[in-house]
């Protein structure tokens, strides 16, 4: 077990921060790709964040051995976890990764909201290209129709 807790905790969410920063950015580039309809950019920019995914689940995994170094069966989502922690350190000490934990959660919040206003805006540009190449079928067709019944 590490001798300092909260030292290793507070790594813990700085490595998560970093995560979820890194995640920001990327969302950031997805709108950007999105909005000019830039599907290599689109593609580029998820396989980036196919790797921050990865990285956040090895983080995960971090968590998961810190819970069995304290004895817990539970991860860091359940309050058994947070009370061995509360217990361990200071008051200071847990307030303080208390609102770092707080940050990342907005942080988060804040990115499934940006990323929900991406994907709808994502739908509406491949509803709008589904309408446009109907139509391109449409004209098509006409125009082979007309060419058939020209003699053409």
Request: aromatic content about 6%; glycine content about 8%; overall charge negative.
């Amino acid at each position: 077990m590490p001798t300092d807790l909260y030292c290793v905790v507070d790594g813990l969410l700085d490595e998560e921060l970093a995560l979820y920063r890194e995640l920001d950015s990327l969302v950031y580039e997805e709108e950007l790709a999105v909005s000019d309809s830039d599907m290599d950019a689109l593609m580029n920019v998820l396989q980036k964040k196919q790797g921050v995914i990865t990285n956040q689940e090895s983080l995960l995994d971090k968590w998961q051995e810190l819970s069995i170094d304290l004895g817990l069966s539970e991860g860091r989502e359940g309050p058994a976890f947070w009370n061995a922690i509360e217990r361990s350190i200071d008051e200071k000490g847990y307030k303080q990764l208390l609102s770092r934990i707080e940050e990342i959660r907005k942080l988060g919040q804040m990115l499934l909201e940006r990323e929900k206003g991406v994907q709808k805006e994502l739908e509406g540009r491949l509803a709008d290209m589904r309408q446009k190449l109907l139509r391109m079928n449409q004209n098509r067709n006409a125009v082979l129709g007309y060419a058939q019944n020209s003699g053409g």
